[in-house]
């Protein structure tokens, strides 16, 4: 009993610590979405340059994810999760030389490796979290756990905004008028806003590292599953033979392609569509969809109770896709409402299609957990795609036609998934 007791105890504390992790990649995510606004300003980007922040960060996602599937078969979740952590804390503060050295180029390589960190992490922790319980209840448990997210989501945006956005936006006309000096030591002191935030967060993370590397963790967190290492090659064979699962990878891509999209562009859509509208008072917006996002993922995982999961996912998709479209044809303060109210029911999306996609993959787990993960590259893909369509029509606005679509590629993943038994 003392035993029994003890391991309870010490999965309650691993999934604590794990659900932390939720929080901190939160704020790497959603501070890309003050980057943007920033850089575009700093450095004079078009939409489809400034849009290379999500390239950038997703591309390290995409590569970096099957190598630490393949850590982690070798070395187990903990391990993985600590060298995550590693590369985030130190890819934080590879900003600091970037904002010495004034290079738009430094601070994408720098958002590489903070991605490879988070990759790491992402490839561990959703399925460490729905491997701790039953299979049947992985959906809510991952859902539970991913409502912690968008606390870090919306620390991240109140950092920007209170110590990255200057508030300062100038012209064209005005930066022309000003001479040499004064315009370099301007964007001297803008990419300098960015050192003490990441700064801060680059050791705070170094430290949680720290504490997870000194906790000891449930055996789960460190065994390999029998047969997982047998052949990777076969392992990405048999993925790659199970329909479903290539659907939910596609559903991955295209939701976090509309996510990462939606939020990247909300301070320029606001802009926009709301002449006069400051930088800081457009991301107060952004925080606004942030609170109903994580406001969503809670409401969401009590829906689950009453309503299967997929059936609500596939629910909230097609409500998406209408909401995107009216942000695309309607604009002005609707389509600001329309583009707000989509993160409400953007909530449960990643991680009931994570969960979903994993479904009775028993040795493919990690392998199958790192393709998923590897679909985040949507969010580059998208939000690349969004910013030419913008630079090509001179709006943001159409460019929100491409979330509508791939809200509608989920909606067709959940009717399918749900057609298939758990």
């Given at each position: 009993m003392a035993g029994s007791g003890s391991d309870g105890a010490r999965t309650r504390?691993?999934?604590?610590?794990?659900?932390?992790?939720?929080?901190l990649w939160g704020i790497a995510n959603n501070l890309n979405d003050v980057l943007i606004p920033h850089f575009r300003k700093a450095f004079t980007l078009s939409d489809l340059a400034s849009g290379l922040v999500q390239s950038a960060f997703y591309l390290g996602y995409f590569l970096i994810a099957v190598p630490a599937a393949l850590f982690m078969q070798k070395y187990g979740y903990k391990r993985a999760v600590i060298f995550g952590l590693c590369l985030y804390g130190g890819g934080a503060l590879l900003f600091l030389p970037a904002s010495q050295a004034q290079s738009y180029v430094f601070f994408l390589a720098a958002l590489?490796?903070?991605?490879?960190?988070?990759?790491?992490?992402?490839?561990?922790?959703n399925p460490m979290v729905a491997a701790l319980g039953p299979a049947e209840d992985a959906e809510r448990r991952l859902n539970f756990a991913q409502a912690f997210n968008p606390l870090g989501s919306i620390a991240g945006i109140l950092i920007g905004r209170t110590f990255i956005l200057s508030g300062i936006e100038r012209q064209p006309e005005e930066i022309a008028a000003m001479s040499s000096s004064a315009v370099a030591a301007w964007r001297a002191e803008e990419a300098a806003a960015v050192q003490m935030p990441y700064l801060v967060i680059g050791l705070g993370v170094l430290f949680w590292a720290l504490l997870i590397a000194l906790t000891r963790f449930p055996a789960i967190a460190g065994r390999q599953v029998a047969g997982e290492n047998s052949s990777q090659v076969g392992g990405f064979r048999a993925l790659f033979q199970r329909p479903l699962y290539l659907a939910g990878v596609l559903a991955q891509f295209c939701y976090v392609g509309a996510q990462v999209g939606l939020w990247s562009y909300t301070i320029r859509y606001v802009q926009e569509e709301v002449p006069g509208t400051g930088e800081k008072r457009a991301a107060d917006l952004l925080i606004l969809a942030l609170i109903l996002?994580?406001?969503?993922?809670?409401?969401?995982t009590a829906l689950m109770k009453r309503i299967e999961p997929l059936r609500l996912l596939g629910l909230f998709a097609?409500?998406?896709?209408?909401?995107?479209?009216?942000?695309?044809?309607?604009?002005?303060i609707l389509g600001v409402v329309a583009l707000t109210l989509a993160s409400f029911f953007m909530s449960i999306m990643f991680p009931t299609i994570f969960a979903a996609s994993l479904r009775g993959l028993g040795p493919l787990t990690k392998l199958g957990s790192s393709l998923i993960v590897m679909a985040i590259i949507g969010g580059a893909v998208i939000t690349a795609a969004m910013g030419l369509l913008s630079d090509l029509s001179g709006t943001i606005r159409l460019a929100m036609l491409l979330p509508a679509g791939a809200f509608l590629v989920v909606l067709l993943f959940a009717r399918q998934s749900a057609r298939v038994p758990a």
């Open positions: 504390l691993a999934v604590g610590l794990i659900v932390s992790l939720f929080f590489f490796v903070i991605a490879g960190g988070l990759a790491f992490l992402e490839t561990a922790a996002f994580m406001v969503g993922r809670f409401a969401g097609s409500i998406n896709a209408a909401l995107a479209l009216v942000a695309a044809l309607a604009g002005g």
